[in-house]
């Protein structure tokens, strides 16, 4: 029971994140809040993750292999914090773009559809039916979704929106066959996602000099950091981490699904963001192919550190 709410309690703090960004001051840009989410964000996940990491290790019986580390696992590693950190700002541009509903629901629909197919050009292996079935009708979601928008609304949604959105779900399919590598050598759990958030946290010290974070400096600004920081990032993470460890792909999958219902209630309820029928239908299509894509997962094979995210 606890792992479930672990794992529930993770997607509803990611499905704050654009929320978090609409309600943020004045002067922000996609690319400032990215880089200071990972800043902070990155940097707590990393010593989190790495103290669990070496705690679990203390506990392994003695004589357990332990995986060797080199450059392939390093270059994984840091892989993941690349994609983390690309991910940001473009999941940020979609939500300012279409809103925090479509954004996000835009965002992690294509995900685990573009994982999938990224999976299956990788390692050749068939995708099952159900799996095919799931990612047409998803598709058919985000198309809903392109054509729709804001109810009264002409033109549809903005489509430099969708693509950064899209983006961000293919940033997001890289970091899930990376670390799902990863986990089948033998890694632990929290010590990829430790790698994850170091890197991404060096990454964006890098580019900090080249950003105006001015707006930190002001109560508003510092409170939306440290939230998307330390609350959708480094806790929510090793919350969605601890959690799977006790479940199988199929339950990870579905609760996962409270990270794009969050966020459209957000939407919808703070935000008052108003979607067409035509969007709506489109929401309504993309969750039916979500949620066929968690039935269809019913293996007891765990689905890495990273299901779905915001």
């Not at 704050?16 to 690319?31: D, R, V």
């Not at 629901?105 to 799996?131: D, K, M, Q």
């Not at 309820?269 to 309504?284: F, Y």
């Amino acid at each position: 029971m606890l792992h479930v709410v672990a794992v529930l309690a993770a997607a509803m703090l990611f499905g704050t994140t654009g929320t978090s960004q609409a309600l943020g001051p004045a002067g922000t840009t996609p690319l400032s809040i990215g880089v200071m989410r990972m800043v902070i964000g990155g940097t707590g996940l990393a010593i989190l993750a790495f103290a669990l990491a070496w705690r679990h290790a203390r506990r392994m019986p003695a004589g357990v292999s332990r995986p060797v580390f080199g450059v392939r696992p390093l270059a994984l590693m840091v892989l993941t914090g690349v994609c983390i950190t690309v991910y940001q700002p473009l999941f940020f541009l979609g939500t300012a773009r279409n809103g925090v509903a479509v954004g996000t629901v835009v965002a992690l629909g294509s995900a685990p559809i573009l994982a999938g197919l990224l999976e299956w050009t990788l390692t050749r292996r068939v995708p099952s039916p159900t799996w095919m079935v799931a990612t047409a009708l998803a598709t058919v979601g985000v198309i809903l979704l392109g054509f729709g928008g804001e109810a009264g609304g002409a033109g549809g949604t903005d489509p430099i929106g969708i693509a950064c959105s899209i983006g961000a779900g293919a940033s997001f399919a890289v970091i899930a066959n990376a670390q799902r590598r990863l986990l089948d050598a033998g890694w632990d759990p929290f010590t990829v996602v430790g790698g994850m958030g170091a890197s991404a946290a060096l990454l964006s010290v890098l580019i900090l000099p080249f950003v105006d974070v001015s707006w930190l400096g002001t109560a508003p600004g510092l409170a939306m950091a440290l939230w998307l920081g330390f609350a959708t990032m480094a806790i929510a993470y090793v919350l969605f981490t601890w959690g799977l460890s006790g479940l199988t792909a199929a339950t990870a999958a579905t609760l996962t699904l409270g990270e794009p219902l969050t966020a459209s209630i957000l939407g919808i309820t703070v935000l008052d963001e108003r979607l067409s029928a035509l969007a709506i239908a489109g929401l309504v299509v993309l969750a039916a192919g979500l949620a066929l894509l968690a039935w269809g997962s019913r293996s007891p094979r765990d689905p890495g550190p990273f299901a779905l995210e915001g």
